[in-house]
């Protein structure tokens, strides 16, 4: 029995050497190689924003005219909030110089609506701060001004998360512009259905997974056939091995990805 598990593991390991050596694996295992250093050593700045759907707070009922909400002493026909959360996904950060002056960062609707307040929920770390000023533009469309408060910078993952109350239509557009230097393209929306599920793996668990699965197919193969090498196989053997090495591979690179996720996302959004 000890000769035979030293045969098998003498072919895994001969197969192995063989694979590792040769010229399209040395050659993606290189290319691998420059890719992760380049991701690892590049750095900019990248502003994002993500916006939840709306809630409805109060609204008025057509033919109630007893029912009216009042906010600040006028009357207004409803009362809707959304989340908007603001950060840094960059590994360089965004000093608060970098903001232009002329176009300074703002949080805007898509269509003319009433801004009622604005509260800052939370930030990615108790010294960072921001101020914030609702505005009315030339338009009437309106928007919030935001500014970072002393002398602050937003690192990787530094940013906030505003509230915004208002009233008006909610099948409208939310967006954060402004200049940043450094980052021609301005802010970037994501989306928070996604920020929000960091449970589930990033894409790529999908071309691994395979990957891992045809690498990994062959070798335990080998394995079962020399333990079962004077014994008969049948086409179920087979098919239920690949299930079980298959759903064992799953679940151990979904486990992996998952504390992965939590690296591309600001973990103080998700609290």
Same mark, same amino acid.
């Given at each position: 029995?000890?000769?035979?598990?030293?045969?098998?593991?003498?072919?895994?390991?001969?197969?192995?050497?063989?694979?590792?050596?040769?010229?399209?694996? &040395? =050659? !993606?295992?290189?290319? *691998?190689?420059?890719?992760?250093?380049? +991701?690892?050593?590049?750095?900019?700045? #990248?502003?994002?924003?993500?916006?939840?759907?709306?809630?409805?707070?109060?609204?008025?009922?057509?033919?109630?005219?007893?029912?009216?909400?009042?906010?600040?002493?006028?009357?207004?026909?409803?009362?809707?909030?959304?989340?908007?959360?603001?950060?840094?996904?960059?590994?360089?950060?965004?000093?608060?110089?970098?903001?232009?002056?002329?176009?300074?960062?703002?949080?805007?609707?898509?269509?003319?609506?009433? &801004? =009622? !307040?604005?509260?800052? *929920?939370?930030?990615?770390?108790?010294? +960072?701060?921001?101020?914030?000023?609702? #505005?009315?533009?030339?338009?009437?469309?309106?928007?919030?001004?935001?500014?970072?408060?002393?002398?602050?910078?937003?690192?990787?993952?530094?940013?906030?998360?505003?509230?915004?109350?208002?009233?008006?239509?909610?099948?409208?557009?939310?967006?954060?512009?402004?200049?940043?230097?450094?980052?021609?393209?301005?802010?970037?929306?994501?989306?928070?259905?996604?920020?929000?599920?960091?449970?589930?793996?990033?894409? &790529?668990?999908?071309?691994?997974?395979?990957?891992?699965?045809?690498?990994? +197919?062959?070798?335990?193969?080998?394995?079962?056939?020399?333990?079962?090498?004077?014994?008969?196989?049948?086409?179920?053997?087979?098919?239920?091995?690949?299930?079980?090495?298959?759903?064992?591979?799953?679940?151990?690179?979904?486990?992996?990805?998952?504390?992965?996720?939590?690296?591309?996302?600001?973990?103080?959004?998700?609290?």
């Amino acid at each position: 029995m000890i000769d035979q598990n030293q045969t098998t593991l003498n072919k895994v390991l001969r197969y192995t050497w063989t694979f590792i050596k040769h010229p399209l694996t &040395i =050659l !993606a295992i290189g290319i *691998l190689v420059a890719l992760s250093i380049y +991701l690892l050593s590049r750095k900019e700045k #990248e502003p994002v924003f993500t916006i939840s759907l709306p809630d409805l707070v109060a609204q008025t009922v057509p033919g109630e005219e007893k029912l009216k909400i009042i906010w600040e002493n006028k009357e207004i026909q409803n009362a809707a909030s959304v989340k908007i959360a603001i950060w840094n996904d960059g590994s360089q950060f965004i000093d608060k110089n970098d903001f232009a002056s002329t176009e300074p960062m703002r949080i805007v609707p898509s269509e003319k609506v009433s &801004i =009622l !307040a604005v509260q800052m *929920l939370k930030t990615s770390r108790p010294s +960072l701060r921001f101020d914030t000023i609702i #505005e009315t533009s030339p338009d009437g469309i309106g928007g919030v001004l935001i500014k970072i408060k002393g002398d602050e910078a937003l690192e990787k993952f530094d940013g906030a998360l505003f509230h915004i109350l208002f009233s008006g239509s909610q099948n409208i557009n939310w967006k954060v512009i402004g200049r940043i230097k450094g980052a021609p393209e301005g802010f970037q929306p994501k989306d928070w259905a996604k920020i929000h599920s960091t449970r589930y793996p990033p894409k &790529i668990w999908v071309l691994i997974v395979p990957g891992c699965l045809a690498l990994g +197919l062959p070798f335990s193969i080998l394995i079962i056939g020399d333990r079962r090498r004077n014994q008969p196989r049948h086409w179920y053997d087979w098919i239920n091995f690949i299930i079980m090495l298959g759903g064992l591979e799953y679940l151990f690179l979904r486990a992996i990805f998952i504390e992965l996720s939590y690296k591309f996302v600001p973990l103080w959004l998700l609290k």
